[in-house]
């Protein structure tokens, strides 16, 4: 029935009037249309990914054209199509777009955190020619609230006519052969099979469809559906804006690409002055510390930025030229030796109680260069003794306004007990953002309530006050090989 109606919508509308997108959870019908160019994608049930960025993806259709309507004075979504089809809005990509999931039962029991958006799509798409359409063995999989939601019901012939939601002695009358069903007032129905070849042989369906899908795709030499935007397996630093200096007057860094938006996504240590890094090894660690230095190196000189490197395995011993550097420590006793000196020269720069908050915003009240402390394997560094980093506590806080960065990097492993160290514990504890690389699912909880999860090397959680958001890392340049 869902084929039925996508490939009908099809024949009677052009791709840029209709797109598609899919989640399959049922017996593959879904997929076998996704050479139709109607269709913008089509995920399975297995690809968890996927399924969350098309989710995302619907979202932010829905989110643009709210704005979009709002900003060109669109009352209803059949003024847009008339609107649309005068020739205006030729830069938009999508007219009614159907989000059409076969198989509601196994979202809610294996993807259970992506009902609530789902059902946002449903509540407020209609209005925006964005139309929700899902099927699903029992009427039991649904819960009320997305129930009443649906204006459109088809019921077919039930497992058991007693789960009926239209009659249950109409649903016994229903004879048990495919297509068959009752509408809401009680009359039989029987769905047509998509196919347009006169045969009306079930068991020769898929080539009926596919005779089709191959006679839509002749007559249409336009631009397909517009695709589920992806993140790239690889991103290369080049690929993004430039690295700037905000209206703070610190570092503004492109960190990669976020997936809600798929929009670079910056850190601005004149904001949040301070990062944390967690992920196993091999998964970019080191590389992401390589991109921020060279982000520094771009920007700054010696009179203006000063850079800290705890380096043990001594991968950044090239990072930042020698006069930028404060301190190269390879070993713990060093560390504590550094951050001693910073805490004393960070001390002098704390605002008195005669600094105004107008001052703390312009930072004028002391002189001399950001500093910038980067700590690649944190748990080699602090061994089994005391945080190196504990001189520096009082001033954690206050980082921004006394130009003072910590980005700290510790491995997977041992995390969870890390975490109740007092300066890892005042990081998190103040909002600095995290990012979460690959982990070993066997490290549990990292950042409240974030689970460890596998991913490929690049690939992360951006953690901060929002939802964490999936992210792919950016290569740095002088790394890509």
């Known amino acids: 029935m869902l084929a039925t109606l996508i490939l009908t919508l099809a024949v009677c509308n052009t791709p840029a009037q209709v797109q598609f997108y899919g989640i399959d959870c049922g017996g593959g019908v879904l997929n076998s249309l996704r050479d139709l160019p109607h269709v913008g994608s089509v995920v399975t049930r297995t690809d968890e990914r996927r399924i969350t960025r098309t989710i995302m993806e619907m979202n932010e259709i829905l989110t643009r054209r709210e704005a979009f309507f709002a900003e060109h004075g669109i009352d209803s979504m059949g003024t847009y199509r008339r ?26 029991q294996d993807y259970a955190d992506l009902v609530g958006p789902i059902v946002q799509l449903v509540q407020r798409g209609l209005n925006y020619g964005l139309h929700v359409v899902v099927a699903s063995p029992r009427w039991a999989d649904f819960h009320t609230g997305v129930r009443d939601l649906m204006g459109t019901r088809f019921e077919l012939r039930m497992g058991d006519p007693v789960d009926s939601l239209v009659h249950m002695r109409a649903a016994q009358t229903v004879p048990r052969v495919p297509g068959r069903g009752i509408t809401e007032t009680k009359h039989h129905l029987l769905t047509g099979l998509p196919r347009a070849d006169g045969e009306a042989d079930p068991v020769s369906l898929s080539t009926g469809m596919t005779e089709l899908i191959d006679r839509v ?126 805490a004393q020269a960070m001390k002098a720069r704390l605002p008195g109680p005669d600094i105004t908050p107008d001052r703390i915003r312009k930072r004028d009240w002391w002189t001399g260069p950001e500093l910038f402390i980067l700590i690649d394997d944190f748990e080699m560094v602090s061994g089994s003794g005391p945080n190196p980093l504990t001189p520096l506590l009082p001033m954690l806080g206050q980082g921004a306004e006394i130009g003072l960065h910590v980005v700290l990097v510790h491995a997977a492993g041992g995390f969870s007990r890390a975490s109740s160290d007092p300066v890892i514990r005042s990081l998190i504890d103040s909002n600095t953002p995290s990012i979460m690389l690959s982990c070993p699912p066997s490290e549990g909880m990292l950042f409240g309530n974030v689970r460890a999860r596998t991913m490929p090397p690049g690939r992360a959680l951006w953690i901060s006050r929002r939802d964490p958001v999936e992210v792919q890392l950016a290569i740095a340049e002088g790394t890509e090989d």
Do not use: C
Request: glycine content about 10%.
């Open 83 to 108: 609107r649309r089809a005068a020739g205006e809005f030729a830069d938009e990509p999508h007219g009614d777009v159907f989000f059409v999931i076969d198989g509601w039962g196994t979202i809610r």
């Open 217 to 342: 795709r002749a007559a249409w030499t336009g631009p397909s559906a517009p695709p589920v935007r992806t993140l790239p397996p690889l991103l290369r630093a080049h690929e993004l804006p430039g690295s700037e200096i905000s209206e703070s007057g610190v570092l503004r860094v492109p960190m990669g690409l976020e997936s809600r938006r798929m929009q670079p996504f910056w850190h601005d240590f004149g904001v949040t002055p301070h990062m944390l890094v967690v992920g196993d090894t091999e998964t970019g660690k080191t590389t992401l510390l390589r991109h921020i230095t060279n982000a520094i190196r771009s920007h700054y000189g010696p009179t203006t930025a000063r850079v800290v490197l705890a380096d043990q395995r001594r991968q950044l011993y090239d990072a930042v030229p020698k006069e930028m550097q404060l301190g190269y420590a390879v070993s713990g006793e060093n560390v504590k030796e550094m951050m001693a000196a910073a």
